[in-house]
């Protein structure tokens, strides 16, 4: 089972940074893919970030040279280096993890119950 627990949102100003976290307590899982997704108010959920194990980063293009993703993979954790944010930033912060047993190439997604970015003008 994994579980998943994400901490660092807040009020922050435009152009200031945030730095999200997400640590995965795992247990018997192996974790393949972490990332981010977001939903604002009135929209649907859409993909911020990810990461393999091997390091590989995808971003949307709307944070392409804003944002980092990192993790550390011996702690389960990823991070979100989130600069220069802008208003329209402004969402609840999902960490997802795709977990799967040691013996087998399916698994599924785990995502934390989110954590509020709200970037004022």
């Known amino acids: 089972q994994v579980q998943l627990a994400e901490s660092g949102g807040g009020l922050v100003q435009a152009g200031g940074s945030l730095r999200l976290s997400c640590a995965a307590s795992?247990?018997?899982?192996?974790?393949?893919?972490m990332g981010w997704y977001r939903q604002a108010p009135g929209t649907q959920r859409e993909l911020v970030a990810t990461v393999t194990s091997g390091g590989t980063t995808n971003y949307a293009d709307s944070v392409k040279g804003r944002f980092t993703i990192s993790r550390e993979n011996p702690k389960n954790t990823v991070y979100l280096q989130m600069n220069s944010l802008k208003p329209e930033d402004t969402a609840v912060y999902y960490c997802?993890?795709?977990?799967?047993?040691?013996?087998?190439?399916?698994?599924?997604?785990?995502r934390g119950k989110g954590t509020l970015v709200t970037v004022s003008i």
């Open positions: 997802n993890a795709y977990g799967r047993p040691p013996w087998s190439a399916h698994g599924m997604d785990y």
């Open positions: 795992v247990s018997g899982f192996i974790i393949d893919d």
